[in-house]
């Protein structure tokens, strides 16, 4: 066996460091053109994103075709997300949901502290908490999420999309940031609270029910309400009420003469009554969103 000199070593650890100078340039060029091709595809996917659904007048089939190009299907199911993280997180969230786009085979763009995410696939409640799982990974917190319906093709995703704004809208109405909500479940509340002005919800609820509510806490417990509530359920029968609050027919005759003191002889109007019992829903909504919020 020979041995290994001094100078042997020298000789190998020199040459090592030449082919290290000489490599250096082609591995920084290689991993500046990836860098490169990486942020090429942030940016196609984050166009197309604004195509879609920022211009109107942009030919469906033509996105279809740009789409096919970056591996998006879009005549395949998607869910539409809109997201808007913590102030504190915007730049961070944007360009991490970029990146996990690209690796989902999703797209996404940020614009007004809002990121849009058009993820493959039908389940949305899925899509839903995996992105805030990504969009709020190791930081703490947690973003806002609206959720739109699964969709196909351009028009659908667009409506999805609106969806999932205004959904996203009724988590402010409701002063519930931080949570991720599904326009499958309250579609409708969302449309009608699409504005999104925090305390929406309960100053509505409050201009149509806040008579009945505030002579309720000052008996300290409901009755009013839940009553208002099971004559709904029950078709506006009185005799079916009582069953099913379980109190006598007369108590239910008091009670609605009571409502008929705070709430006025129309209420039961057709229009009144619709007012009314959606002003209810919104109230149930809001104190069930409420309680999920509470450790």
Known sequence: MTATTGTDRGADTERGSELLRRSAPIIAGQLL??????????????????????????????LSQEAAGLGVDLESSHVVLVAEPPRELERWASLTAARAAVDAGAASREAGGRI???????????????????????????PSIGVGRPASGVPELRAAHQEAAATLNLLRALGRTGTTAYASDLGLFAMVFARGEPGMVSRFVNSVLGGVLERDRARGRPVLIPTLEAYFENGGQLSATARGLDVHINTVYQRIARLDELLGADWRAPDRLMEIQFALRARSLFESMQEDARP
């Open 33 to 62: 053109r990836q860098r490169a091709r990486t942020d090429a595809q942030y940016r196609r996917r984050a166009e197309l994103i604004r195509s879609i659904f920022e211009d109107e007048a942009a030919d469906p089939e033509h």
């Open 116 to 142: 849009t995410v058009l993820v493959p696939g039908a389940d949305v409640h899925a899509a839903g908490e995996r992105w805030s799982e990504i969009l709020g990974s190791g930081s703490g917190l947690t």
